[in-house]
């Protein structure tokens, strides 16, 4: 079974910058959309960005203009740059990935905490 290894996450400072990191323990094929989730306590888990096969990306309005996504589709990574991080972006993220192309399949991560102090 093909895991997602996620990397990053950790406590920063409010207004700091913080890098995730995503790629899958073995080769998946076909064209995926890639992205990160994330939940709080209490909270819903929300999307937070997606990339296409394409490289059209898709932002929560929350983290628009701070956060940005990228990938490498043949290699099965994502990747998540988060810049001025306010302390409501704490929460368990989550990279997903989901092969559209051939057929349907779905991948999550473990999740990995990003805190954000004061």
């Known amino acids: 079974q093909v895991q997602l290894v996620e990397s990053g996450g950790g406590l920063v400072q409010a207004g700091g910058s913080q890098g995730l990191s995503c790629a899958a323990s073995?080769?998946?094929?076909?064209?995926?959309?890639m992205g990160w989730y994330r939940q709080a306590p209490g909270k819903q888990r929300e999307l937070v960005a997606s990339?296409?096969?394409?490289?059209?990306?898709n932002y929560s309005d929350s983290v628009k203009g701070r956060f940005t996504i990228s990938g490498d589709n043949a290699k099965t990574t994502v990747y998540l740059q988060m810049n001025s991080l306010k302390p409501e972006d704490t929460a368990v993220y989550y990279c997903?990935?989901?092969?559209?192309?051939?057929?349907?399949?779905?991948?999550w991560g473990q999740g990995t905490q990003v805190t954000v102090s004061s």
């Open positions: 997903n990935i989901r092969v559209i192309l051939p057929g349907r399949n779905e991948y």
């Open positions: 073995g080769t998946i094929f076909g064209i995926k959309i």
């Open positions: 990339i296409t096969a394409n490289g059209a990306t």
